[in-house]
């Protein structure tokens, strides 16, 4: 590890964190929520969505107006089975971890439940929700659109967001199956990783309006949001690697996330006006919870689910190769590790940690790396 990252305890930092959004006007409830999807994501090596999204997301849209930090949460909708609900562009994190509840209630009750929420913004990771159903013995499944970011397969113009598509399965492991990744064949908050480590980005990731790979980071960031570059579909640039696949994907969650509830989609959710000004993102959500024990006895799903990742890991590996993987197993290692040792924090993330503290005048905090 770098002599210029310093670890620092994951509870401590969850501590930071929830004061700073007290501080921003977020209620003692709703901040401890934000602070727990967001250091959940710490803790589980998710680096892109944790205390690196903390400044540059909510405490820097909060503080410019164009995100509410109470949120109104609203059932506008309701079914059996089914609700929509308005975040009232409130707090992302507050409005999917009730979203989630609501389709969980629902699917204890009747099987199955679904909710799409409207007028959100960004919700952490899209994991965070897909676990609580499947702590809770069900299969979890969630997607969020987001502000313009990938090229279609073919074009150039950043379009789709990132979206991704979450599953969570209860299983007989320590773990649980949790699959979280964007439809991109990377997304911003890594790249904002890569900016932040002074690293160029891999071949294929970026692509800009003259059809090459970009690779400067810091450029790419800037470019991003001017639109003069975008994020490759997952599969890469053209249909070689099968990025028409990630197209695909992406398109099926901007169609959920907001014509399930009639919210803006493409290049309405940029955060800007016509005139170049910031206004809140309105973001759309899906959230779906699946009862197993309506299905199957919730035990043998669990069996077999485990079974499953189990032959999987005990497959022949590919030369040079040490082991193989399932999804949500190296999340749960980071955790494991992470729990122990604290969240790494580069000189950027130190430095932003010092200027929301001095700026909020949050005079209880003193940190190691000062």
Same mark, same amino acid.
């Given at each position: 590890?770098?002599?210029? !990252? +310093?670890?620092?305890?994951?509870?401590?930092? *969850?501590?930071?964190?929830?004061?700073?959004?007290?501080?921003?006007?977020?209620?003692?409830?709703?901040?401890?929520?934000?602070?727990?999807?967001?250091?959940?994501?710490?803790?589980?090596?998710?680096?892109?969505?944790?205390?690196?999204?903390?400044?540059?997301?909510?405490?820097? @849209?909060? @503080?410019?107006?164009?995100?509410?930090?109470?949120?109104?949460?609203?059932? +506008?909708?309701?079914?059996? %089975? %089914?609700?929509?609900?308005?975040?009232?562009?409130?707090?992302?994190? !507050?409005?999917?971890?009730?979203?989630?509840?609501?389709?969980?209630?629902?699917?204890?009750?009747?099987?199955?439940?679904?909710?799409?929420?409207?007028?959100?913004?960004?919700?952490?990771?899209?994991?965070?929700?897909?676990?609580?159903?499947?702590?809770?013995?069900?299969?979890?499944? %969630?997607?969020?659109?987001?502000?313009?970011?990938?090229?279609?397969?073919?074009? !150039? *113009?950043?379009?789709?967001?990132?979206?991704?598509?979450?599953?969570?399965?209860?299983?007989?492991?320590?773990?649980?199956?949790?699959?979280?990744?964007?439809?991109?064949?990377?997304?911003?908050?890594?790249?904002?990783?890569?900016?932040?480590?002074?690293?160029?980005?891999?071949?294929?990731? !970026?692509?800009?309006?003259?059809?090459?790979?970009?690779?400067?980071?810091? /450029?790419?960031?800037?470019? $991003?949001?001017?639109?003069?570059?975008?994020?490759?579909?997952?599969?890469?640039?053209?249909?070689?690697?099968?990025?028409?696949?990630?197209?695909?994907?992406?398109?099926?969650?901007?169609? =959920?996330?907001? /014509?399930?509830?009639?919210?803006?989609? =493409?290049?309405? =959710?940029?955060?800007?006006? #016509?005139?170049?000004?910031?206004?809140?993102?309105?973001?759309?959500?899906?959230?779906?919870?699946?009862?197993?024990?309506?299905?199957?006895? $919730?035990?043998?799903?669990?069996? %077999?689910?485990? #079974?499953?990742?189990?032959? $999987?890991?005990?497959?022949?590996?590919?030369?040079? &190769?040490?082991?193989?993987?399932?999804?949500?197993?190296?999340?749960?290692?980071?955790?494991?590790?992470?729990?122990?040792?604290?969240?790494?924090?580069?000189?950027?993330?130190?430095? &932003?940690?010092?200027?929301?503290?001095? #700026? =909020?005048? $949050?005079?209880?905090?003193?940190?190691?790396?000062?």
């Amino acid at each position: 590890m770098s002599d210029n !990252v +310093v670890r620092i305890d994951s509870y401590l930092l *969850e501590c930071f964190m929830g004061d700073v959004f007290r501080a921003l006007g977020v209620p003692d409830e709703d901040a401890a929520i934000c602070a727990d999807v967001l250091i959940t994501s710490d803790r589980r090596g998710i680096d892109s969505h944790g205390i690196g999204r903390m400044k540059p997301f909510y405490y820097e @849209r909060i @503080r410019a107006g164009i995100q509410e930090s109470v949120t109104r949460f609203e059932v +506008v909708r309701e079914g059996p %089975t %089914t609700a929509v609900v308005d975040g009232n562009n409130g707090m992302g994190m !507050v409005i999917g971890k009730r979203s989630m509840q609501v389709a969980i209630d629902k699917a204890k009750r009747y099987g199955m439940g679904m909710v799409a929420a409207k007028n959100s913004t960004h919700y952490g990771i899209a994991g965070y929700y897909a676990m609580m159903a499947a702590a809770q013995g069900m299969i979890g499944i %969630t997607g969020t659109n987001a502000r313009p970011a990938i090229a279609p397969t073919f074009g !150039v *113009e950043n379009m789709l967001g990132t979206n991704p598509l979450t599953f969570g399965m209860p299983t007989d492991e320590e773990f649980d199956f949790i699959l979280d990744c964007a439809t991109s064949t990377t997304q911003r908050g890594k790249i904002e990783v890569y900016e932040r480590a002074g690293k160029p980005l891999p071949e294929g990731w !970026v692509i800009g309006h003259d059809g090459q790979s970009k690779s400067d980071a810091h /450029a790419v960031l800037d470019e $991003l949001v001017a639109g003069t570059a975008a994020l490759t579909p997952l599969g890469g640039i053209g249909e070689d690697g099968s990025g028409y696949k990630g197209y695909g994907y992406a398109t099926v969650v901007e169609i =959920l996330s907001s /014509a399930l509830q009639s919210g803006p989609f =493409l290049k309405a =959710l940029s955060g800007f006006d #016509e005139h170049g000004g910031r206004v809140p993102f309105r973001l759309g959500h899906f959230f779906i919870a699946i009862d197993v024990a309506s299905f199957v006895d $919730l035990a043998e799903f669990r069996k %077999t689910t485990g #079974e499953i990742l189990r032959q $999987l890991r005990a497959s022949k590996t590919a030369p040079g &190769q040490k082991r193989i993987y399932t999804a949500g197993e190296k999340e749960y290692l980071a955790w494991q590790e992470r729990r122990v040792k604290g969240i790494p924090l580069n000189q950027v993330l130190q430095r &932003q940690l010092r200027e929301m503290r001095d #700026e =909020l005048q $949050l005079t209880q905090y003193a940190f190691d790396f000062e």
